[in-house]
């Protein structure tokens, strides 16, 4: 787990080392135990190195092979790779260390971009040929890691964090406002763009390749692999698909344990953490597991369920593990919020400081942490978010519901007026092509519920998921710890999308609409018409975990800032968002905005997400505009 950064000037001009240098100093928290550069007139790779596997300068980057040919700079891990090592051992080639980065170079040398394929992991690198004068970019599968790009007819600069790319001083720093308008309409982007014009985000499963004997055809993305959830034609008995869900769970959080230092779990009290605590502790006596609560004194209604702190330690008792927790107040999101917006970046899905302070607990005591996430998207932990799916008739009756379903933060009906300070007249369909575009690779034939169900469900991943990757990334790495997630097994994954729906989710199309922000009990009014989703997983984790935790409703890992943003936190948010300096105000309607404030001061709507947003913005402009 490390930091990847590097520069090509298509004009020929030399890359200067201490800008290079400039880059890999901005991102040390994500690789703190070494440094490397490596630069050849126009060309210039960097590295910060977090050592995980193969602890000796034998895995030193950017790494060079044997005959000089090729350089990489790679970030990741590949779970795999010592099946792969002995695969390319039995084709004649010698290895020099331990490391997987040293597997990686050498798959990509043998069997060039077509490696990617064959990678079990998370990743994200660059490889350049000197021969030929190639620069190959890859990121993995489903986006685990993270690599951020800026291209120019003179030049293209990259990174694992945006910071990197800033530290050239002549980057002009402007507001994406497309980009903008859509996190403030999903609580996500879900196109290749940042909120810093100029800058993108390497889409996940691609690779892409510059060659610079056709500079003209600028960087050329392949996508080599996207989801497919399907139901089979032939299904084989449920007994069957629980069997093989427990051998390959198993398979999967085997496979991350590998490790050369010490790696945790962590334990929030659900199914998922819960189970690969289980299987990870069965392998290491005395594991160290992680849970943040929450104090619940001035909490209410359903957030008084959010801290699951009982049930964590239950199970660490359970499976004999050395346990660990952080309690969170009111107070908590403000001390860390600079420190946390300067390294989130941008904003992106959900209240991400309890994760902040999950990380840093685990960092205390490990290098790598095993994580739950993941098994929500996979097997629809998430019920209410697809009722619709069970119910319209067409594609396009599908985009159209689901789409103002998503609308997390502002409703087309006032987005206008909120951003007319930036644009005029925000046409509604704008935003609903960037939904509808998600699907362009997955073929829209849908014929029966269960069709509609699987179309939520590559959604999710596409989207909320990989939001979610990325906010972990970033906030892991902040405090120099690799976070894993087992559930991203490539095996696992095919699995899961072509596991029967009627084994994940039961009675689906009597599940009524639910607003995920409304004030009562959704979790019950859910549960009382249906039974629960991630069904499958539920029943196979019986024999891991305890009974009030495989039958628990569903519940995520939140704070219950609902009632904080209007209690005890109510002093720093006005003070925050609706100051005269605010500068918020040079994007948004004062007046609509503090309208939509108020609304949720006084309990008549819970905009809890927005404020959120808000304030974050706010701290983003703060420190990088």
């Excluded at 001083?169 to 100029?198: C, H, M, P, S, V």
């Excluded at 990870?280 to 609560?293: E, I």
């Excluded at 984790?541 to 628990?552: D, E, L, W």
């Excluded at 913005?617 to 420190?623: N, P, V």
Aim: include cysteine; glycine fraction near 6%.
């Amino acid at each position: 787990m490390c930091g990847v950064v590097g520069q090509i000037n298509f004009d020929g001009k030399p890359v200067k080392r201490e800008f290079l240098k400039k880059m890999t100093d901005s991102i040390a928290h994500r690789g703190p135990d070494g440094v490397g550069h490596w630069v050849e007139q126009n060309i210039g790779l960097g590295h910060r190195r977090l050592t995980i596997i193969d602890t000796s300068p034998a895995g030193h980057q950017p790494m060079v092979s044997a005959d000089q040919r090729y350089v990489l700079s790679y970030n990741g891990e590949i779970y795999n790779f010592r099946e792969l090592r002995k695969e390319l051992m039995d084709m004649g080639y010698a290895f020099n260390s331990k490391s997987d980065t040293e597997v990686v170079l050498t798959s990509l040398i043998e069997w060039q971009e077509h490696a990617v394929k064959r990678f079990n992991g998370m990743f994200a690198f660059a490889l350049w040929d000197r021969k030929f004068k190639i620069l190959l970019l890859a990121r993995d599968r489903y986006g685990i890691k993270p690599l951020y790009y800026s291209m120019t007819a003179q030049r293209i600069i990259f990174s694992s964090e945006q910071k990197a790319i800033l530290a050239d001083q002549t980057f002009e720093r402007t507001i994406n406002k497309e980009a903008l308008l859509e996190y403030f309409t999903f609580q996500n982007i879900f196109t290749d763009q940042t909120l810093l014009q100029g800058i993108q985000l390497f889409p996940a499963g691609h690779y892409a390749k510059i060659d610079f004997a056709f500079l003209s055809q600028g960087l050329k993305k392949t996508r080599y692999w996207d989801y497919h959830f399907y139901s089979p034609e032939i299904e084989a008995p449920k007994e069957d698909y629980h069997e093989e869900l427990d051998r390959l769970f198993k398979q999967a959080v085997n496979r991350q344990l590998v490790s050369d230092v010490e790696l945790g779990s962590y334990l929030s009290g659900g199914l998922d953490s819960g189970s690969i605590s289980a299987i990870a502790a069965s392998n290491f006596p005395y594991l160290k597991t992680f849970t943040c609560g929450f104090d619940l004194s001035s909490a209410s209604g359903i957030e008084l369920a959010f801290d699951e702190r009982e049930k964590a330690e239950a199970m660490s008792a359970k499976f004999k593990t050395e346990h660990y927790e952080v309690i969170l107040k009111a107070g908590d999101m403000e001390r860390c919020l600079p420190n946390l917006a300067w390294h989130l970046e941008e904003p992106r899905v959900g209240q991400s400081y309890p994760n902040f302070y999950a990380a840093k607990l685990a960092s205390k005591f490990v290098k790598a942490v095993l994580s739950g996430t993941g098994g929500d998207e996979l097997f629809g932990g998430y019920p209410w978010r697809y009722y619709r799916a069970a119910k319209v008739k067409s594609f396009d009756g599908y985009i159209d519901d689901y789409y103002l379903y998503w609308q997390r933060l502002i409703p087309n009906k006032i987005i206008s007026k909120i951003f007319a300070p930036i644009w005029g007249e925000v046409r509604e369909v704008w935003t609903r092509d960037i939904f509808k575009d998600v699907f362009s690779n997955h073929s829209n034939q849908l014929e029966c519920p269960e069709d509609f169900i699987n179309h939520s469900l590559y959604f999710e991943a596409k989207t909320f998921l990989h939001g979610l990757f990325l906010v972990e990334d970033k906030l892991s790495m902040a405090h120099s710890l690799e976070n894993r997630v087992p559930f991203m097994d490539n095996d696992l994954v095919d699995f899961a999308m072509q596991c029967p729906i009627r084994l994940k989710l039961n009675n689906l199309s009597t599940v009524k609409n639910i607003n995920e922000n409304d004030l009562g009990n959704k979790s019950n009014q859910y549960f009382q018409k249906t039974n629960d989703g991630k069904q499958i997983l539920r029943d196979m984790m019986t024999k891991y975990v305890p009974s009030n935790v495989t039958q628990a409703v569903k519940q995520g890992f939140s704070s219950p800032d609902a009632s904080w943003f209007k209690g005890e936190s109510i002093k720093f948010v006005k003070r925050t968002l609706c100051e005269e300096d605010a500068r918020i105000y040079e994007f948004f309607d004062r007046k609509a905005t503090i309208s939509l404030l108020e609304e949720h001061f006084k309990g008549q709507q819970n905009r809890r997400l927005l404020v959120w947003s808000l304030i974050n913005f706010e701290t983003y402009l703060s420190l990088y505009l």
